[in-house]
T-cell receptor, first 111, second 111 residues
Framework: KQEVTQIPAALSVPEGENLVLNCSFT??????LQWFRQDPGKGLTSLLL?????REQTSGRLNASLDKSSGRSTLYIAASQPGDSATYLC??????????FGAGTTVTVRA | NAGVTQTPKFQVLKTGQSMTLQCAQD?????MYWYRQDPGMGLRLIYY???????DKGEVPNGYNVSRLNKREFSLRLESAAPSQTSVYFC??????????FGSGTRLTVV
């Protein structure tokens, strides 16, 4: 069974600081990994998708890396803004179609 | 969350009542999923359907049934609701190009 862990559970930073969010998974035989953002009381918004053959993906201020052999992914958010405050979820898609989630990292960016 | 429609958005049930949560896609994707999200527990997979006519249990299937009669719709049924099923329910689909799109959620309270 795939286990996904996100550290830290919560993070508070001043505006402008770079954010580093970690995700680890136990089974390296994955199909892809996806990072989501969730605002309070809302649904999930897809941020980045990394296929198992890729090492990283970038979109604007966001960069996600994937090290499949060590079972790790890191989401970097450059020059954080108060609007980045949200919960960030890591999800791992296994070869049996299942998508397993971490519990999330709740980020607060202080103005 | 264009492409995945969930109904209803909110529902209050009495213990023992039954109800069906509906999910429909307006795209031509094969795999669909039902998740529940509880505070501190993250998103947990209830059931998934890799293709029309097939369904498989996820992590927490007890107390639920699903139906995938056609490619477009994937419904989740609670036959006899219990307070432990109070949660936010999300439907999702896996895009043909990879990655997932989630519905906006159904907030269910069982009293």
């Amino acid at each position: 069974k795939q286990e996904v862990t996100q550290i830290p559970a919560a993070l508070s930073v001043p505006e402008g600081e770079n954010l580093v969010l970690n995700c680890s998974f136990t089974d390296s035989a994955i199909y892809n990994l996806q990072w989501f953002r969730q605002d309070p009381g809302k649904g999930l918004t897809s941020l980045l998708l990394i296929q198992s053959s890729q090492r990283e993906q970038t979109s604007g201020r966001l960069n996600a890396s994937l090290d499949k052999s060590s079972g790790r992914s890191t989401l970097y958010i450059a020059a954080s803004q108060p609007g980045d405050s949200a919960t960030y979820l890591c999800a791992v898609r296994s070869n049996d179609y299942k998508l397993s989630f971490g519990a999330g990292t709740t980020v607060t960016v202080r103005a | 969350n264009a492409g995945v429609t969930q109904t209803p958005k909110f529902q209050v049930l009495k213990t023992g009542q039954s109800m069906t949560l509906q999910c429909a896609q307006d795209m031509n994707h094969n795999s669909m999923y039902w998740y529940r999200q509880d505070p501190g527990m993250g998103l947990r997979l209830i059931y998934y359907s890799a293709s029309e006519g097939t369904t498989d249990k996820g992590e927490v299937p007890n107390g639920y049934n699903v139906s995938r009669l056609n490619k477009r719709e994937f419904s989740l049924r609670l036959e006899s609701a219990a307070p432990s099923q109070t949660s936010v329910y999300f439907c999702a689909l896996e895009r043909v190009t990879g990655g997932y799109t989630f519905g906006s959620g159904t907030r269910l309270t069982v009293v």
